[in-house]
């Protein structure tokens, strides 16, 4: 089992700036990945950015040049630094981590989601 716990989410204007964090426990050593998901109001959930334990990353087309996902492995934790902040970014975001039970199936798990509000 994994325990995902979100924090960092909050209110601020565009152009901002936050810095969410993401501290993983449990079977953290049979993680393949982890990234964050976000999901607005009558929208499905995106991913957002991506890493793998290899340090490996991917971002969507639209936050490629203001977030960066990172990782501290001492401290289990994945972060995303949010910069340029535009008010699309509104959302619930999710920090996922991907787990792979046998070679071809991976089961995902999901920390509560913290709230990411940008204001115009």
Do not use: H
């Not at 924090?7 to 050593?29: D, E, K, T």
């Not at 910069?83 to 920090?95: G, H, I, M, Q, R």
């Amino acid at each position: 089992q994994v325990q995902l716990v979100e924090s960092g989410g909050g209110l601020v204007q565009a152009g901002g700036s936050l810095r969410l964090s993401c501290v993983a426990s449990g079977s953290i050593f049979s993680i393949n990945a982890m990234g964050w998901y976000r999901q607005a109001p009558g929208k499905q959930r995106e991913l957002v950015a991506a890493i793998t334990r290899v340090g490996d990353t991917n971002y969507a087309d639209s936050v490629k040049g203001r977030f960066t996902i990172s990782r501290d492995n001492a401290k289990n934790t994945v972060y995303l630094q949010m910069n340029s902040l535009k008010p699309e970014d509104t959302a619930v975001y999710y920090c996922n981590a991907k787990v792979g039970l046998l070679r071809s199936v991976v089961i995902d798990y999901w920390g509560q989601g913290t709230q990411v509000i940008v204001s115009s």
